[in-house]
C-alpha cells in the first residue's frame, strides 16, 4: 500500500485536493463568461431586433421582439446561475439543518427575505429564479414569498425616480408600505399550511435534500450535485419562462401608456381596485413604470390609485404567474394573488386618504 507523497512545504495531500485546484480556474472561467454573456444580452437583442431584422424601434412589433430577446435569455441565464449556487450550497447544508437554524425565526425571516427583495433589482419575472432556489432550499414557504413581493416592488431605481418626481415623503411612504406588503403577507402565508399546494416536484427535491453527508463529498462531488440540480430545475421550468416572457413581450409593446392614462384619469372610490385589476395581467419593473405613474398623476389620478396600479404591475404581474405555475398550484397562485393584491388595495387607500 503506497502513502500520498508529500508536498514541497512537508505536507500531504489529499486526493480530493487535485480536482480542487483544476477546478477553481474553470469555475471562475465559467463565471466570467456567464457574465460576459448577461453584459451583452441588451446590446445583442438591440442589433438582432433593430439591425439585422431591421424592425422600427418605435414600432409595437419591435418593441416586443426585442423585449423577449434580451428577458428570455436574462431570466435562463439567471435561473441558472442561481440554482448552481443553492446546490453547491445545499452540497453542505442540508434541507433539515436549514428547518433547524429557522425554526422559531419565520417573522425575523420575512423581514430578512424582504429586505434581501429590496437591494436586489429584479423585476417579477427574474425574481422568480431565486424564490425557486429558496424553495428547493427548504426555506420556509412564508418567507420565499415575502422574497418575491419585495424584489420586484421596491427597489433603489423606483425610490430614486419618485423621490425625483414627487419628494421624499411619497418615497419614503412607498418604501415603508411596499415593504410592510411584502412582510405581512409572507408572515399570513406561512401560517396558512400552504405547503401541499406547492407542486410535487419541488416538494420531493426538499425530501431528498437530507442525504448525503457532507464531509464525504469531495469538490466534484458538490460540482456534479449542483449541475444534477440545474439539469432538473431549468429543464422543467423552461418553458414556462418562455411562455410567460412571451405573454409579456406583447403587453410591453402592445399596451400604450396613453391608453392606461385614458382609463385612470379620473379618482372615484372604485378607482383603486380598477388600477390592481388592469395592473395585473401587465408586464414591467418599477424603473420603467415610474414614467407611466407621472402620466396618470398628470392626468388627474389620486396617487393612491396610481401606487396601486404600479404596485399591481410589478408585484403580481400575469408573466410571474405562468412561471410560478410549474412551481405552485393554482390554487396557491390564487391565494397568493389575494393576499398580496388586498395588501396593494388597504395602501390605495391609505394614500387616497392622507395624501
Known sequence: ???????????????????????????????????????????????????????????????????????????LLLLTLVVFAVGILR?????????????????????????????????????????IGFMTAGVPLGV???????????????????????GWKVAALYFVTGLGIAIVSGWVMGRMNLEPYVEDWVMQIRAGEAAAPDESMTVRDRVEYALDSVRDIVG??????????????????YVPDGY???????????????????????????AGIVPVVEALLGKGAALGTVLAFMMSVIALSFPEMVILRKVLKPRLIAIFVGVVGTGILLVGYLFNTII
Open 1 to 75: 500500500m503506497t502513502s500520498t507523497p508529500p508536498s514541497p512545504d512537508g505536507e500531504h495531500k489529499t486526493p480530493s485536493d487535485k480536482p480542487l485546484g483544476r477546478m477553481l480556474p474553470m469555475g471562475a472561467a465559467a463565471l466570467a463568461l456567464w457574465y460576459l454573456l448577461y453584459s451583452q444580452l441588451l446590446p445583442f437583442s438591440e442589433w438582432l431586433t433593430f439591425s439585422l431584422l431591421g424592425l422600427d424601434p418605435t414600432s409595437h412589433l419591435g418593441l416586443a421582439i426585442q423585449f423577449f430577446v434580451y428577458d428570455t435569455p436574462k431570466v
Open 91 to 131: 452540497s453542505f447544508v442540508t434541507v433539515a439543518r436549514t428547518r433547524q437554524v429557522l425554526a422559531g425565526r419565520q417573522a425575523m425571516g420575512n423581514v430578512l427575505a424582504a429586505l434581501l427583495g429590496v437591494v436586489t433589482p429584479f423585476c417579477s419575472c427574474s425574481a422568480v429564479p431565486l424564490f
Open 144 to 166: 420565499t414569498f415575502s422574497f418575491l413581493i419585495s424584489a420586484p416592488m421596491v427597489n433603489e431605481i423606483a425610490l430614486v425616480l419618485l423621490f425625483g418626481l414627487l
Open 236 to 253: 422543467r421550468v423552461w418553458k414556462f419562462i418562455i411562455l410567460g416572457i412571451a405573454a409579456g413581450a406583447g403587453i410591453h409593446g
Open 260 to 286: 392606461l392614462a385614458g382609463i385612470m384619469g379620473e379618482s372615484a372610490w372604485w378607482s383603486v381596485p380598477m388600477s390592481v385589476v388592469i395592473g395585473i395581467p401587465m408586464y414591467s419593473n418599477a
